[in-house]
Every structure is written in structure tokens, then in C-alpha cells.
């Protein structure tokens, strides 16, 4: 019987051969990153934008469109449809969406270190126009009833008016008058602090003007002070610069660079 031996064939161990692959390549930073930070700075100028366009669009509904409205007892018994307040009512409109677009437009950029508390400011928004929603739809119901004269004793009807009118003054009362002292000011303000994504200096507004709207809206709210008295109308003074010169400055500026590259690499 013949014996054929046979020799096995060399084996390469796992440690040799892993010591002939080639070194793996460093990990580098993502290419995407300078795109990133242009997407932000359009992020910013909407941003600034929007801001502009809520003061375009809130200020002349209550000094003009709706004035009669709100300071004539009689208004309900016109007897026409007043296109004053459907004006006004457009515009306030326009301001829910701006309102909503400050936040939407900031979210992206603030949930990179501020997670919670930049939702928290979309929430805060999102109440606020819930505010405004009903201001409106008591206005326009007013002008309703403007429009139907004789459903109703002219007592009756004035007393009708007269609480629609009171339903959109509280509104008023708690929307910009407490909640954007906590959203706009308070919560803004901080992120705006904490990220250097604008000046300091302006941020203080923000944090000086959220607590002051927020305790005349809370004394207005126990009688306290009344509504559109002076003592309110100097606490609204730092939130109205805040939010103008904020709009301002990210529509022109944009955000701070070395803030937002910072704030890029503290999240990579």
C-alpha cells in the first residue's frame, strides 16, 4: 500500500495579513458643514424678515383698521359691513404666519444646543397666534352682527358687542401681552445669550424686556395696573426694541460667524 503524503499549504495568520491592509483614513469633518452654515445665515434673514413683517402687520389693525370698532360702544349698529375690520383681520392674519415663521425659521439652527427649550419657543408661538385666532374671529363676528341690524333690541345688541369687544381685548391681554414676554423675551433672549448668535447687548433686551412684559401682563391680568396704562406701556418699551432691532440686525447682519461655527463644531 503506497502512502501519498501530501503537505499542507501555508497559512497566513489574521495578524499578518491585517498588518499588510492598508491604514484606514482618518475620520475628517463633514464636507457638508459650509453648506450647513450658509442654510443658516438664509435661515437668519428670513428670520429677520418675518420680524419686521409682524410689526407691518400688528400695528395697523389696532391703530387704525379696528379703532372704531374697539372704541365705539354704537359700532354694532351701523348697519354695514365695515371693511376696516376685515382689513384688520387680514392683517392679523398675515401676522400669525410671520409669527409662526420666526420659529420655524430659528428651530433648525437653535435644536442643535437648545433642543428642548428652541420647541419650547415654537410652542410658544404657536399659543400666542392661538391668541391672535380668537381676537379675530371675535372682531369679525362683531362685524357680523354690525351687518344684521333689527336681529335683536339695540340694548341687546350693544351688550353683544360690547363682550365680543372685551373677548378680543383679552386676548390682546394674554397673547402679546404675557406669552411673548416668555417666548420672545425670556426664551429668545436666553438662547440668543447662551449662543452669541447675536450681539450680547442685544440680547439683553430681550431678557430685560421678557420679565417686564410679563409682570405688567401679570398685573393687568389681577387689575393691578389697567391695560394700556403707562406703567405697561414703559414695560413694553425693551420687548418692542428687542424684537425690532433683533429683525433688523438678522435681516442685515445675519447670524455671528464664529457663533455659528462654534456652535457647528460643538455638535459634530
Do not use: C
Not at 133 to 157: D, Y
Amino acid at each position: 500500500m503506497t502512502t501519498i503524503a501530501t503537505s499542507a499549504p501555508a497559512v497566513t495568520p489574521f495578524s499578518a495579513s491585517m498588518s499588510a491592509a492598508p491604514e484606514a483614513a482618518p475620520a475628517r469633518a463633514p464636507a457638508a458643514a459650509p453648506d450647513d452654515r450658509k442654510q443658516s445665515q438664509r435661515l437668519a434673514r428670513i428670520t429677520g424678515l418675518m420680524f419686521l413683517v409682524t410689526f407691518a402687520s400688528s400695528i395697523p389693525p389696532v391703530v387704525s383698521f379696528y379703532a372704531p370698532a374697539l372704541s365705539d360702544p354704537a359700532f354694532v349698529l351701523g348697519g354695514t359691513f365695515d371693511p376696516g375690520v376685515s382689513w384688520g383681520a387680514l392683517l392679523e392674519l398675515i401676522l400669525i404666519f410671520a409669527n409662526l415663521a420666526t420659529a420655524l425659521a430659528l428651530y433648525p439652527v437653535l435644536k442643535r444646543q437648545f433642543p428642548a427649550l428652541s420647541l419650547s419657543y415654537v410652542a410658544a408661538r404657536l399659543t400666542e397666534n392661538g391668541f391672535i385666532a380668537f381676537g379675530i374671529v371675535a372682531l369679525l363676528a362683531l362685524n357680523t352682527l354690525r351687518f344684521q341690524p333689527g336681529i335683536a333690541e339695540e340694548g341687546v345688541m350693544m351688550a353683544a358687542g360690547q363682550a365680543l369687544v372685551a373677548l378680543h381685548n383679552w386676548t390682546f391681554r394674554l397673547g402679546p401681552g404675557i406669552v411673548v414676554g416668555v417666548g420672545n423675551g425670556l426664551i429668545l433672549g436666553y438662547m440668543m445669550w447662551k449662543t452669541r448668535l447675536v450681539p450680547r447687548s442685544l440680547s439683553v433686551l430681550g431678557l430685560v424686556g421678557g420679565p417686564a412684559l410679563l409682570v405688567a401682563g401679570v398685573a393687568v391680568l389681577f387689575g393691578t395696573i389697567e391695560a394700556g396704562s403707562t406703567p405697561q406701556m414703559i414695560a413694553t418699551v425693551p420687548e418692542f426694541f428687542w424684537e425690532l432691532f433683533l429683525g433688523i440686525w438678522l435681516l442685515v447682519r445675519g447670524f455671528n460667524a464664529p457663533a455659528l461655527e462654534a456652535m457647528d463644531a460643538r455638535t459634530s
